[in-house]
């Protein structure tokens, strides 16, 4: 009798229950541990990258409904470097009241890759208004000055929610 489990003849192991490393309403993404989600939020369905985007996307919405900002969307701009062979798609795209646009981008966990795409959307566009929210505080400060100074604001999710979401 299997009972979902793997065991073969005479092993030493204990009882490894059959998983492929995700559950089927929860597929874990490998590389950073996230856990995609689906979220309704200003009546809209949206497939989230991980749980954390969903209050930064309530925060913007909470924005929109105080008309601080026009609009915003999730993963609509994608930022093609082609001198260097990448891209950046950008977590949120936001609708200033002045029709100006700024981009917000969460990140868990700086990679190097993270200071690569702020250093050259700076290069391709000075111009671009990027906040970056990050979930620690040791994280925010693995961005480093350098690329900080690329970005118009640098803060921690709990800051931007904090007694609101």
Known sequence: MNNGF??????PFKRKPLMMGFETDKRICKKYGNIPTTAEVGGKTY???AKAEIKLARYLQLLKMCN???DWEYESQNFVFKEAEGSWLIDFTVRNNDDSFEFYEYKG???PDTKWKLYMLNKINPN???????GNTKQLKRLGVRATACCK???????????II
């Open 153 to 163: 604001r640098v803060c921690l999710l709990s800051e931007l929610t904090k007694g």
């Open 47 to 49: 497939n989230f990258r």
């Open 109 to 111: 966990r700086v990679e």
């Open 68 to 70: 601080q900002i026009k």
């Open 6 to 11: 793997n065991i073969g003849q005479g092993s």
């Open 128 to 134: 671009a208004k990027v906040t970056m929210v990050f």
